[in-house]
């Protein structure tokens, strides 16, 4: 049975948990969860704006 090469495993999805202890995290791996986080706040933002948009939509329709 021949082994497994690194390319085909299936990558481990990167996670991150608020307060997680990162002593143990190298530059490069801080550096994905950096990453990670600020594509989770730049989801976050446009969920929120998304929201607010609706609610002022609804704000607009029942003050009249």
């Given amino acids: 049975m021949p082994a497994i090469e690194d390319d ?7 996670t991150h948990e ?9 530059v490069e ?3 994905l969860r950096v ?3 600020q594509q989770e706040i730049e ?7 998304k929201k ?3 609610r002022d939509v609804a704000d607009q329709f029942f003050k009249r």
Avoid at 18 to 26: M, P, T
Avoid at 43 to 49: D, I
């Fill in 52 to 54: 607010l948009a609706s």
């Fill in 43 to 49: 989801r976050l933002e446009a969920a929120k704006a």
């Fill in 29 to 31: 791996e801080l550096g």
């Fill in 35 to 37: 990453a990670l986080l």
């Fill in 18 to 26: 608020l307060g997680q202890d990162v002593a143990l995290l190298s």
């Fill in 8 to 14: 085909e495993r299936p990558k481990k999805k990167i």
